[in-house]
Nanobody, 125 residues
């Protein structure tokens, strides 16, 4: 099993920045890919960013490309999502996720095996 704990959400004005953290513990050697997803009220959970556990092969949704950056601290088994130039439409609960397999798209939530509890990000206009 893998446990994921997110932190770093909060309230920020449009144009501001936040950094989310996701600390992984347990059988982390089984992780192949880490992902960040978000879910706004009344909407489906959507992909934001992903990164191989090795720290390579980052990927981003078009809506966040150029504003968000995913990274990993190997010593801390922690994945970060740096969010810059935030917009009101970025308001959502953000979840980190981990998957063991390599099949299927990393942008699809159903391919992930473990999820954190989520952290709220609210961007005011």
């Amino acid at each position: 099993q893998v446990q994921l704990v997110e932190s770093g959400g909060g309230l920020v004005q449009a144009g501001g920045s936040l950094r989310l953290s996701c600390a992984a513990s347990g059988l982390t050697f089984t992780i192949h890919t880490m992902g960040w997803f978000r879910q706004a009220p009344g909407k489906e959970r959507e992909f934001a960013a992903s990164l191989y556990w090795s720290g390579t092969n980052s990927d981003y949704a078009d809506s966040v490309k150029g504003r968000f950056a995913i990274s990993k601290d190997n010593a801390k088994n922690t994945v970060y999502l740096q969010m810059n130039n935030l917009k009101p439409e970025d308001t959502a609960v953000y979840y980190c996720a981990a998957r063991r397999g390599v099949g299927g798209s990393t942008t699809f939530p159903g391919t992930y095996d473990y999820w954190g509890q989520g952290t709220q990000v609210t961007v005011s206009s």
